[in-house]
């Protein structure tokens, strides 16, 4: 199965992934996996698996330049050799859409909303407001505290 990210853009690079499974009773052996077609591709279309066990299933990743706006077509070919020997070719193929890509106007760029918040002088103003109040309080916690006390005023003899 073949499938793709994003859109594809003409002159970018896309990701095409491929899953590929064995659901045969043999082991194929030295699978090798190439890709083709209309396009160029950003990193070597071919990956040596080598062997590749029943019931596996693995994904094979290309990196694809369209080199035209429109459908383009491509083929992923598996080759390996079968328990016997015999070397066997497997061909999927699929079709992209590429787009014209469009680059956004230099001219047009968006400025950066202005952060509003307090300058540094109005926070060091609340930060010595909220320093002061603090040690407000606790004084005074201490001298009601103080003044309870000595209200009781227990002899201990």
Do not use: H, W
């Amino acid at each position: 199965d073949v499938s793709q990210g994003d859109a594809i853009f003409m002159g970018q690079p896309a990701s095409l992934n491929v899953q590929y499974y064995n659901m045969g009773k043999s082991t194929l052996n030295n699978l090798v996996i190439t890709a083709e077609g209309d396009f160029d591709f950003a990193n070597p279309p071919k990956v040596f698996v080598g062997k590749f066990d029943p019931g596996k299933s693995e994904f094979y990743d290309m990196q694809i330049v369209a080199t035209k706006v429109g459908e383009a077509k491509g083929k992923v070919i598996f080759t390996f050799e079968d328990a016997n020997g015999k070397q066997i070719k497997t061909e999927k193929e699929f079709t992209i859409t590429a787009e014209e890509f469009v680059a956004e106007d230099p001219g047009a760029i968006a400025e950066e909303p202005q952060k509003k918040g307090l300058g540094l002088g109005a926070k060091i103003g609340i930060g010595v407001l909220v320093a002061g109040a603090t040690t407000f309080t606790i004084l005074k916690i201490r001298k009601n505290k103080k003044k309870k006390m000595d209200s009781l005023n227990i002899d201990n003899d």
